[in-house]
């Protein structure tokens, strides 16, 4: 994507997110007049909510990927960032088993987009798994001058060829999905001297690798 091209569409993103604002506070309010409304009326609004939530989401997503990366790398226990985002993200799937680094693994990490890259990654693997669910292996690990961080799933894997292509602006995989997701992974790790890469296991299922710098690079 040009750069005319991205701030072209940054700027129609910024003006959709201001309406679906307002079309948020309008439901609100709504809402809050029909409190004795029945099922016919309150579940649509239940619906539209969702949706202009959804929206919106969208929006911020086409946002965050238009303006330059803000990384504010320091030392922490990257190990302890990863295992709390990957918690809060498989809430809400009980079929899933999640695996999680136990020990302290010290680096160099911006803790609130380490955060948003895990729990988008855990995320995609619960949905990939389905509502069968299974295991989410999650690792932390100190490999020469890098932190890192894997994140494996017993899923159905990669179709071939598309390792390198998933992390493309709008490609995607996924029946509605936005193709937006896994571009910020790949834009908050780089902002943070890092990188990401996708595989498929031997074993099955796919496993997403972020590399990050241990030390403080001057």
């Known amino acids: 994507m ?14 959709l997110r201001n309406h679906f604002s307002v079309m948020q506070n309008a439901l609100f309010l709504l809402r809050n007049r029909l409190p004795d409304a029945g099922p016919a009326v309150r579940r649509p609004l239940e619906i539209l909510e969702a949706e202009v939530r959804a929206a919106r989401g969208l929006a911020e997503a086409v946002l965050d990927l ?16 990863v295992r709390d985002a990957a918690e809060t993200a498989a809430l809400g799937a009980p079929a899933v088993h999640l695996r999680l680094p136990a020990a302290e693994v010290t680096g160099q990490a911006d803790p609130v987009l380490l955060a948003r890259m ?11 798994m389905g509502p069968g669910g299974g295991e989410i292996a999650v690792s932390v690990t100190r490999e020469g001058g890098e932190v890192v961080t894997r994140v494996a799933d017993s ?26 997701g896994l571009a910020l992974v790949r834009a908050f790790a780089e902002a943070q001297g890092g ?10 299922g796919a496993v997403f690798t972020i590399r990050l710098p241990a030390e403080d690079v001057p």
């Open 155 to 180: 899923g159905p894997g990669l179709p071939p060829g598309e390792e390198a292509a998933v992390f493309a602006p709008f490609h995607t995989l996924k029946s509605g999905g936005t193709g937006l």
């Open 118 to 128: 895990v729990r988008n990654l855990v995320r995609n693997a619960v949905e990939a």
């Open 66 to 81: 238009g303006r330059p990366v803000d990384a504010h790398p320091e030392t922490c226990d990257v190990a302890a960032r």
């Open 2 to 15: 040009t750069e005319l091209r991205r701030t072209e569409v940054a700027g129609l993103a910024h003006e």
């Open 195 to 204: 990188t990401v890469e996708a595989a498929n296991r031997p074993e099955g």
